[in-house]
């Protein structure tokens, strides 16, 4: 019985964890997020074609307004 | 539209969010109508590379049946850069990293109607955390 319990919270707690961990991760990540006038929303994830055509033009807005152009 | 009725509303953009650390108005003809940084050449080369990113975010997604772009976020580390349009101009803000993404598209778009001379009434208060958020005193 106890041996069950320990089990199940170590199961808990290892979803917890990695549950943590994945958030982390795909906030690290970078992506476009486009928003149409119809509604409409597409994500372009880091690593996707279109994604790696827009995120070097975003890092030109940020180094531009910083003033690390 | 009037440049004083765009540099307030750029004021009153930073003075509500303390996520946004710089904004550029840009008209139709890529213009800066009003921005919050001191240079202006600076102020000119984040609106080129704004609109670059748009015209850009526009052309990747021209093969597939979408509306028009309203507005996106390029969110990375670093920080976000959003930008919303209407028919007459845009604005593009950078962000610290991991904003609130809903509270700043709604304060842009916010700032972009009131750049248009909408009246806009009352006018929003500064937000805790703000630069300009008044503190308890504590007293009374």
Known sequence: MKGKLVAALGLTVAAVAGTVVWQRRRRRRERVDLYFADGSMVSLEQGSLEANRLLPLAHDVLDAARGGY | ?140
């Not at chain 2, 009037?2 to 509303?9: K, Y």
């Not at chain 2, 590379?49 to 670093?78: S, V, Y």
């Not at chain 2, 955390?129 to 009374?140: C, F, L, W, Y």
């Open chain 2, 1 to 140: 539209m009037p440049a004083m009725e765009a540099a307030e509303a750029l004021a009153d953009l930073t003075e509500i969010s303390s996520q946004i650390e710089t904004a550029v108005l840009v008209d139709a003809q890529g213009s800066v109508v009003a921005s919050t940084l001191a240079d202006p050449a600076r102020a000119a080369s984040t609106a080129r590379a704004a609109r670059e990113l748009l015209a850009a975010a526009e052309r990747a997604m021209g093969g597939e049946a979408h509306e028009r772009l309203a507005q996106l976020q390029a969110a990375t580390p670093e920080g976000s850069v959003f930008i919303v349009q209407d028919a007459e101009r845009l604005i593009a803000a950078v962000t610290v990293p991991e904003p609130t993404v809903g509270l700043v598209f709604y304060d842009l778009k916010t700032c972009l109607r009131h750049a248009a001379g909408e009246d806009l009434a009352p006018k929003p208060a500064a937000r805790a955390g703000s630069r300009n958020a008044v503190e308890p005193d504590g007293e009374g």
